[in-house]
């Protein structure tokens, strides 16, 4: 339950059940509870939270009636659709239950949910309360979504194969490949997402210095206030968002480490790879005579829990002390130790603004979604990380970590991710884009909360 104390008014949020969409609402629970706000949670019953970590929220679980269908990575759109059409009316519920008990200083003031949960619009109007969208991606990728209709209007969707490295008019650096969904049968979801709906505001968990020119267009577009108050994780005061259970005893480890040697490697909670890609994987991190810290989480392989166990036994020898593998890793942390010098990443927004803020290079192997928008502007535009082709065999990987662990091109994108990490300090600090932009959503709020009936 949540310390009450004296607080100003309640924010609702409605995050979604996947880790990259969890830990950037509570993050921005956090930072508003913080500036005085009490904090409801509104949760799927499906890869809850866990409320005892956060005992200054009160966690509210919806039936969300997905625990018969397969939730598999490869399965997410109808989870995501039973989730919207299944949680509307336990919120609806709890929502009255709430506005008919609440006290004048304890007043619901606003609903702030994830584009992913966009059944919360409709009880919000039904409620007749004001909300606020968060976005957890980058701002170029919803540019990209919203120039969906123009590429299918002038054939881009879908290219031929043999068209896929083509540029994109007016989206560069993407090519084809790149946009931020496979094909058609994305787009019905694709249009609920990019969707403003009657929303009062949008807030994004990024940089204004970083993304100025996406985020002057979509203010264009949405004509309703844009709030980026990123990077959350440097605005919020610390906790732990993880669903799943970090294995510290990484830190140990990397601590016996030279400075800048560590080659550390995560897909990210959703991403999959095959038996001969994991293989390959082994082999050319083996072969690149690197230290590596590699999180093999489970089910990173389909259908097994205990990936390590997939290793031929002569590479596990060949590997021995110079490679640490752990099941799943404390992220900031280990990006933060100055043990650690590139990151192996599939590019998920919050894994890419973490990176950037310690100053660390890449290794770019996106996966899905936002992250092949995120992979092209890490490599070509803010030029901090390199490009790891569809074909992943040992020779590739082994060259691409030594071109950033220890060639001068790698020198060269740590400097710069070393100078982006400095802007992004000052963003955060008083006086800085993100701080002064937090402040606006302060004030933005109370005067949403101003206007409802007493």
């Known amino acids: ?17 996947f880790q990259g969409h969890i830990t950037p609402m509570l993050q921005l629970g956090a930072i508003l509870h913080s500036k005085g706000f009490s904090i409801t949670v509104a949760h799927t019953e499906f890869n809850a939270p866990d409320s005892s970590k956060h005992p200054e929220f009160f966690f509210l679980p919806l039936s969300d009636n997905v625990s018969d269908i397969d939730s598999s990575f490869w399965n997410l759109l109808e989870v995501i659709t039973a989730i919207n059409v299944n949680c509307k009316e336990p919120l609806q519920r709890y929502l009255v239950q709430m506005m008919e008990k609440q006290e004048p200083h304890d007043q619901v003031c606003c609903i702030i949910y994830d584009s992913i ?63 931020p969904f496979t094909g058609t049968g994305e787009l019905e979801l694709l249009e609920e997402l990019r969707k403003i709906r009657s929303s009062a505001a949008v807030v994004w968990n990024t940089v204004d210095f970083l993304e100025h020119s996406s985020l002057l267009q979509l203010q264009q577009q949405y004509q309703i206030p844009i709030f980026s108050i990123g990077p959350l994780h440097k605005m919020a005061p610390a906790l732990t968002t993880s669903l799943l259970k970090e294995d510290t005893s990484c830190v140990a480890w990397l601590d016996k480490q030279a400075p800048n040697s560590v080659i550390y490697v995560s897909m990210g909670s959703l991403a999959m790879v095959d038996k001969k890609e994991l293989t390959e994987t082994a082999w050319g991190l083996a072969n690149s005579d690197q230290p590596f810290l590699w999180v093999m989480r489970a089910g990173l392989v389909d259908g097994s829990d205990q990936c390590v166990d997939l290793l031929p036994k002569d590479l596990k020898e060949k590997i021995g002390e110079r490679g640490h593998i752990v099941k799943w890793a404390p992220q900031k942390e280990v990006l933060a130790h100055r043990a650690v010098g590139g990151f192996w990443s599939h590019c998920g927004w919050n894994s890419t603004l973490e990176s950037i803020c310690e100053g660390v290079p890449m290794i770019c192997r996106p996966g899905f979604s ?13 030029r901090v990380g390199l490009e790891m082709e569809n074909v992943v065999e040992r020779r590739g990987i082994e060259r691409a970590i030594r071109r950033l662990m220890v060639e ?3 020198e060269e994108m740590r400097q710069r991710a070393n100078e982006l990490g400095q802007k992004f300090k000052f963003c955060v600090q008083k006086g800085g884009s993100s701080y002064n932009s937090l402040n606006d959503l302060e004030e933005f709020i109370l005067s949403q909360s101003s ?3 007493k």
């Open 451 to 453: 206007s409802l009936p």
């Open 1 to 17: 339950m949540e310390n009450q104390g004296t607080r100003r008014c309640r924010v609702v949020l409605v995050p979604p059940p």
């Open 370 to 382: 936002d992250q092949k928008v995120n992979s092209r502007f890490l490599t070509h535009i803010w």
């Open 408 to 410: 001068k091109e790698g």
């Open 117 to 179: 949960m966009y059944f919360t619009d409709a009880v919000a109007n039904h409620m007749k309360l004001p909300s606020i969208i968060l976005r957890t991606t980058c701002a170029f990728n919803f540019v990209a979504w919203h120039a969906t209709p123009r590429l299918l209007a002038e054939g881009y969707i879908p290219l031929p194969e043999s068209l896929s490295n083509e540029l994109l008019p007016g989206l560069h650096p993407l090519r084809s490949k790149d946009l």
